[in-house]
């Protein structure tokens, strides 16, 4: 029998009586990160790799049965042994490591291969078995470094203040928005953030990531010089609402792997699109599934046939497990079809 397989509610490993990222209620659930749609309520033991504990906390409830991991720190469970390794996405997560009768699965949860400060840089981790997501599994989705995009942002920002104009930018609030503020010129105005973001902002500080001073956007009135200036980070669900009349003269941006597309952005009606993903683009799923030797690969949420197709053609035992990760706003899709618009 296989380690991991797939039931209704959700992955499932046999031999240690345990779910992975479970989308109904179960009895134990291993987590790989905090997002909504890999951690969800109702389940009666959840374990996770450490550095996520604050967050679960905070998006699940103070009151969830919860036992933690260091990464690489080994769990032995109705003969299975656990581990957790960084993934590299958001704060906490990571993938899981599973080895039971001489073989090994890994379960990478969601995960990118460009460390940028605000978590555990992502691990390869050496398997028989690999189960990878697929979010951005199309050939077009190809990232600048990171480092330019954070430029561009700067100068957006810049260039917005020099006209006076609040400068708006949509990013998810549990993980980009924390790597944005890691990463961008504080030094260039003013930063304030929705609601949604600061609660999320304190755990991120008190695991010890350092996040410039940020101001909760519903404080400073819309006549306050300092708005003029300022940058203001809101999710998605922001735009469009009457939250944003706050703002008054405003230029609004999207941070997204999704804005690769220039459809994407069209749909999205914001000026500017920058492409910034916390997961990995296709040459990143390549060389991470490269990595841990794999010669199996079970392929999830995204892109997945055409992925599990080009895996195949390398030689690889490729499949797809159906899942339902990918549905929270954290992870919206957007997807085109191949011939899509791509931006330069």
Not at 280 to 295: K, V
Not at 314 to 336: H, K, R, S, V, W
Request: aromatic letters at 10%.
């Amino acid at each position: 029998m296989d380690l991991v397989i797939a039931r209704p509610e959700g992955l499932y490993c046999p031999a240690g009586d345990f779910y992975i990222d479970p989308w109904r209620p179960v009895e134990r659930s291993v987590i790989t990160h905090a997002h909504g749609d890999h951690a969800r309520g109702g389940n009666q033991h959840y374990l996770a790799a450490a550095p996520g504990g604050g967050i679960l906390r905070a998006r699940l409830g103070q009151d969830i049965n919860l036992q933690t991991l260091a990464y690489g720190e080994r769990l032995l469970h109705h003969g299975v042994t656990l581990s957790f390794h960084p993934a590299g996405h958001v704060l906490g997560s990571a993938q899981v490591r599973l080895e039971y009768g001489g073989e090994v699965w890994v379960a990478s949860g969601d995960y990118k291969i460009e460390p940028d400060g605000t978590c555990a840089p992502f691990e390869p981790v050496r398997c028989h078995t690999f189960i990878t997501e697929s979010t951005f599994g199309l050939p077009i989705y190809r990232w600048p470094p990171q480092a330019q995009v954070f430029a561009e942002i700067n100068q957006w920002w810049q260039a917005n203040a020099a006209e006076d104009k609040t400068s708006v930018l949509f990013c998810y609030s549990f993980g980009k928005a924390q790597r944005i503020l890691h990463c961008i010129d504080a030094r260039l105005g003013p930063i304030l953030v929705h609601g949604a973001i600061e609660p999320l902002n304190r755990v991120y500080r008190e695991s010890g990531v350092y996040l410039p001073p940020t101001i909760h956007a519903g404080e400073v009135k819309k006549s306050d010089p300092m708005m003029r200036k300022a940058l203001v980070l809101a999710p998605p669900s922001a735009g469009g609402s009457t939250w944003m009349r706050h703002f008054g003269d405003y230029s609004d941006g999207f941070a997204s792997g999704w804005m690769r597309l220039r459809g994407t952005r069209r749909r999205r009606g914001v000026d500017r699109g920058f492409v910034l993903s916390d997961h990995a683009d296709w040459p990143g799923l390549l060389w991470a599934i490269e990595q841990t030797g794999a010669e199996r690969v079970m392929v999830t949420h995204g892109s997945v046939a055409v992925l599990v197709r080009h895996l195949r053609e390398q030689g690889l035992d490729a499949q797809e497990f159906t899942t339902e990760y990918g549905d929270d706003e954290e992870d919206i899709t957007d997807t085109e079809p191949q011939s899509a618009e791509v931006l330069p």
